[in-house]
């Protein structure tokens, strides 16, 4: 049985994966993040799992283990066991997205994980291209220094010093912000940085 040209092109439209056939923008939603007491709620983690199409379980070791906390699901939701930002959660879903999603190749994000042995493989439907996934990931962790005077960071006040100064920590950095709030998560610029101790003041930049 011979087909034309036209039922040909129809078929293979069908058959590619749905991604790949819709054209539409690869865009992963924005952490929806609540901080309650000690604690910090991922409220649409399914939806940022479902739009990346990876194991929830999966997705959510690799976060725990980047921020350095403890957790787990609660229906649609992720609990941290601590207080973290949105950007702090939002640069380590970039960082899962750039290694284990999106193709080196074409940049589409229409790829599968598949293990070989011990290591794990990105295989991309749209190019065909595949990589191991440790190669990207020790690339990712290249980073600068945590903290820079003069740049803008959220942070989190976590204490009240002695001079009623809030103190937000990042790294092996105490910066003081004056202002400030215990709990209260704002934007700091960083005037100024002495050994482990930092000097900022709130901006809305």
């Known amino acids: 049985m011979s087909f034309g040209y036209e039922e040909l092109l129809s078929r293979a439209k069908k058959a590619l994966p749905a991604a790949l056939s819709s054209g539409e923008r ?6 929806d993040v609540v901080i309650e007491g000690k604690t910090t709620i991922l409220r649409n983690f399914e939806d940022i799992v ?4 990876r194991d929830p379980d999966m997705v959510l070791t690799y976060l725990l283990r980047e921020l350095g906390t403890a957790g787990a699901m609660e229906g649609r939701r992720v609990v941290f066991k601590s207080k973290v930002t949105s950007q702090q959660i939002e640069d380590r879903i970039k960082s899962y997205v750039d290694a284990y999603v999106l193709c080196q190749e074409c940049g589409r994000p229409d790829t599968r994980l598949v293990k070989e042995g011990r290591i794990a493989m990105l295989e991309c ?10 190669a990207v990931k020790k690339a990712a962790k290249v980073e600068e220094a945590p903290l820079v005077e003069g740049k803008v960071y959220e ?4 204490d009240i010093g002695k001079k009623g100064d809030g103190i937000a920590k990042l790294d092996k950095y105490v910066i003081y912000v004056p202002g400030t709030a215990k709990g209260s998560i704002v934007k700091v610029f960083i005037e100024k940085i002495a050994g482990t101790v930092a ?7």
């Open 26 to 31: 690869f865009q992963v939603p924005s952490p």
């Open 125 to 134: 439907d749209a190019c065909g291209a595949r990589r191991p996934v440790k």
């Open 199 to 205: 000097f900022g003041r709130v901006t809305r930049e």
């Open 155 to 158: 942070l989190m006040i976590q």
């Open 50 to 53: 479902g739009v990346i199409r």
